[in-house]
C-alpha cells in the first residue's frame, strides 16, 4: 500500500508554536542565575526562549568566590540581536545583566527601534566584578537609555532605593512608596522586591502599575538571599506576558514560581545557595 501522507512543507509552522521570548543577559558559570536561569524559566513555563549574551560572569573559588566579568564585544552583541529579531517575532524582551554603559547603548539602540510590546527590565545596576567608577556610569547609563525603554521593572531592595530615591526601605509601605515613584519616574509596571530584606516571616514585594498596588507574599525559606531569584522573577513575568498573562497576573504567577524554586533550591560546594527552576513542577 501506498501511504499518501505528507510531511508539512518544510518551513511551514506547526498548528500550535510556543511564544517566542529573548533574553539580553550575562552568562553565570555555575548555572544558578543570569542567561542560563532565564532561559531554564521560560522552558519550565513554555516559552520558547532566545538569547543574546551580554558577557560572561565567573567567580574565582581561590579568592572568596569573587566575581569576574567578562564583557561580549559590540559587533557581536550586535549581531546576536539583530539574528533573533529577524529570526522571530518576539512575544517579551527580558533585560538582565548588560554591564558597560557601550553595551547599554548597543542594547538601547536595537531595541528601541524593534519596541517589543512586553519590555521586563531586571535592573542590575552594580556587578560586583566593576571598579566603582564604571558601575557609577553603568548605573546611569541604564537608568538614562534602557529605564526608558521598560514597560515592566522588576527592581530588588538596594535597586529600589536608587531607582526611587528613598533613603531607606524598611517596611513594606516604603517599598509601595518605592514602587508609585519608580512608576512615576518610568510609566513602567513595577515589582519591587523586598523578599528577605523585610523584617517579618514574609517574603514580601509590591506590585504597582499607576492604578493597582497589591501586595505579594510568601513564607520566607531562611533569611539569606537565594542565587538566581532576581533573574527567574524578570525572566518568568516576561514569559507570562508572552504567553498573554495581564501584568498583575504575570507578577502573581512569577512570585509564586519563584517561591517555589526557593524552597527547592539546590545547594553546591559554592558559598551560596541557588534557586531551582524545576521547583514548581516538583512540587505538583
Not at 240 to 256: M, N, Q, S, V
Request: aromatic share 4%.
Amino acid at each position: 500500500m501506498t501511504d499518501t501522507t505528507t510531511a508539512p512543507a518544510a518551513g511551514r509552522p506547526a498548528a500550535a508554536q510556543p511564544p517566542v521570548a529573548l533574553t539580553v543577559a550575562g552568562s553565570e558559570a555555575t548555572g544558578g542565575a543570569g542567561a542560563q536561569a532565564d532561559l531554564k524559566t521560560f522552558q519550565e513555563l513554555g516559552v520558547f526562549g532566545s538569547l543574546a549574551l551580554t558577557c560572561i560572569v565567573s567567580f574565582d573559588p581561590s579568592e572568596d568566590w569573587g566575581h569576574r566579568l567578562f564583557p561580549v564585544p559590540q559587533d557581536v552583541l550586535r549581531e546576536q540581536l539583530e539574528a533573533i529579531t529577524a529570526a522571530h517575532e518576539l512575544g517579551a524582551v527580558k533585560i538582565g545583566m548588560l554591564g558597560s554603559p557601550a553595551t547599554i547603548a548597543t542594547t538601547a539602540e536595537v531595541l528601541g527601534r524593534l519596541a517589543p510590546r512586553h519590555l521586563v527590565l531586571d535592573p542590575v545596576l552594580i556587578c560586583k566584578g566593576q571598579e566603582p567608577g564604571a558601575a557609577l556610569d553603568t548605573d546611569e547609563a541604564l537608568k538614562a537609555e534602557i529605564l526608558p525603554l521598560a514597560t515592566f521593572v522588576t527592581p530588588n531592595h538596594f535597586e529600589a532605593l536608587s531607582l526611587s530615591g528613598l533613603e531607606e526601605i524598611s517596611t513594606v509601605e516604603h517599598l509601595a512608596e518605592a514602587a508609585r515613584r519608580i512608576h512615576e519616574r518610568s510609566g513602567a509596571v513595577v515589582l519591587a522586591k523586598g523578599g528577605v530584606r523585610l523584617a517579618g516571616a514574609d517574603a514580601v514585594d509590591v506590585y504597582y502599575d499607576g492604578e493597582t498596588l497589591e501586595v505579594l507574599s510568601e513564607p520566607k525559606v531562611g533569611e539569606v538571599p537565594v542565587a538566581g531569584a532576581g533573574c527567574t522573577l524578570a525572566a518568568a513575568v516576561a514569559a507570562e506576558l508572552a504567553k498573554g498573562a495581564e501584568p498583575l497576573a504575570a507578577a502573581r504567577t512569577a512570585k509564586a514560581f519563584v517561591s517555589a524554586g526557593i524552597r527547592q533550591r539546590l545547594v553546591s560546594r559554592a558559598p551560596f545557595d541557588s534557586l531551582w527552576q524545576g521547583g514548581s513542577a516538583a512540587e505538583r
